[in-house]
């Protein structure tokens, strides 16, 4: 049993298209509702292992198209980022702007009038590959970090 809802793995198909399968790192009291309601397989995992990366997954399908990673704490190893078509993270911030941890914090921090979350591809390097998206919210005076 993971200790949080932050350190397990969900993996799921999210698509009806057999093909489309979907690996989450994160959150996973969504995906897991979504899985179910689907009918698609759910696996739990540990944070990453050092050593046998690839043996976290031996519940999920083969040949992923997808890496999707969301909140992860911790760098995802060559072996992971390399087994899908493509690996993408969701970054909460408006990259390249305040990589790292502690997204909701650097903005207000710094005065920020805006923010946001970015889709990128994940690189070996902690949030620095080419960005797919961005979506910028504005900031309010009366904002915290827990708004």
């Known amino acids: 049993m993971p200790s ?7 993996c799921s198909r999210l698509s009806s ?7 989450c790192r994160g959150r996973t009291d969504g995906h ?4 179910s309601s689907r009918g698609d397989p759910l696996a739990r995992r540990r944070p990453l292992a050092r050593g046998d990366p690839l ?12 890496v999707l990673s969301v909140v992860a704490g911790q ?6 980022l390399d087994c899908a078509d493509a690996a993408v993270n969701l970054h ?6 305040h990589r790292g941890r502690a997204t909701a914090f650097w903005p207000l921090y710094y005065g920020d009038d805006r923010t946001g979350v970015t889709a990128h591809h994940m690189t070996d390097r ?10 910028a919210f504005p900031i309010k005076s009366t904002d915290t970090v827990d708004s």
């Open 17 to 23: 298209s057999p093909s489309a399968r979907v690996h």
């Open 92 to 97: 909460g911030s408006l990259l390249p702007d």
């Open 4 to 10: 949080s809802r932050w350190d397990c793995w969900s």
């Open 126 to 135: 902690f949030d620095a590959g080419p960005i797919i998206a961005r979506r």
């Open 55 to 66: 043996g976290q997954f031996a519940a999920v399908p083969d040949d992923p198209d997808v």
């Open 32 to 35: 897991r509702r979504e899985a």
């Open 75 to 80: 760098r995802l190893p060559p072996e992971i």
